[in-house]
């Protein structure tokens, strides 16, 4: 089965203090959403995944992570969700409810379906394990697989559907509980490259219907550059934003873009700063 269409989207200078940073993107019009103020997450094993992270997400970004294995970006993810704690810093939400943070869907690297359940069982989960019933969920599971265009695929098994489609499948039942904030850690990394772009168009159109804010891993310069309203560059040992970079072109975009000066400068401020990265990894 082949996957349908959606129906219906130089480095920077290196970060500066929360205050003045967070002055410079209250320019965009945008709320503050969530702020990361010396954010740093150690193991046990005396391991420094995180060295005092400064990040402030708008409402409304599509922020990408970017940066080499091992320089903290899922940890990052994992801490905003809530998924572990900081080892020290503070995660501050904005205009959330009193539980602290917003309602979050969280995508996986692998699409971790479970094989025995169908399609519509699969996106059910997050409602099933919040109380719904499977009779009350089903308008919700129904919206969510026509949002990804798997509307005719609801009783198939994981095991009929092809790796994106699989993905999608995985990304709707992120979005069954109308999140906010989606995160999302590597998704597409393991697809092959039409696969990849067809998804990637198809998540901006997403983000713009649902009106979501979006924290994209990933380790692709040109995919960074094409989704991001911003990129965040990270170094490892330890995990730290070095440079933050802005694309300036609205979403949802279409593939002439990949040939526009906004897309090819943010793909070479974007390379630049992760060489630096890397230099700044290998002189540790």
Partial sequence: ??????????????????????????KGGASP?????????????????????????????????LGPSGCG???????IAGLEPATSGRIEWTGSPASGRPSIGFV??????MPWASVESNVFLPLRLAGWSFRDALPRIEEALALVGLPDFKKAMPRELSGGM?????IARALVTRPSLLLMDEPF???????????????????????????????????????????????ARPGRIIAEI???????????????????????????ALHGAMDATDHM
Wanted: aromatic share 6%; proline share 5%.
């Fill in 1 to 26: 089965m082949s996957a349908p269409a959606l129906p219906l989207a130089r480095p920077a200078n290196p970060p500066r203090d929360m205050a003045s940073l967070g002055a410079e993107q209250a």
């Fill in 33 to 65: 959403l969530v702020t990361l103020t010396g954010v740093s997450k150690e193991y046990q094993n005396g391991i420094t995944a995180l060295a005092r992270l400064d990040l402030l997400v708008r409402t409304g970004d599509f922020l990408s992570l």
């Fill in 73 to 79: 970006k899922s940890t990052a993810l994992r801490l």
């Fill in 108 to 113: 996986f690297q692998d699409p971790t379906l």
């Fill in 166 to 170: 699989k993905m999608r499948v995985s």
């Fill in 189 to 235: 990394a393991a697809l092959d490259e039409i696969t990849r772009f067809k998804l990637n168009d198809d998540l901006m159109r997403l983000k713009q219907e649902m009106g979501c804010t979006v924290i994209f891993v990933t380790h692709s310069i040109y995919e960074s550059a094409y989704l991001s309203t911003r990129i965040a560059v990270m170094a």
């Fill in 246 to 272: 802005g694309v300036d072109a609205a979403l949802p975009r279409e593939e002439h873009f990949r040939r526009e000066s906004a897309y090819l400068d943010a793909c070479a401020k974007a390379a630049d």
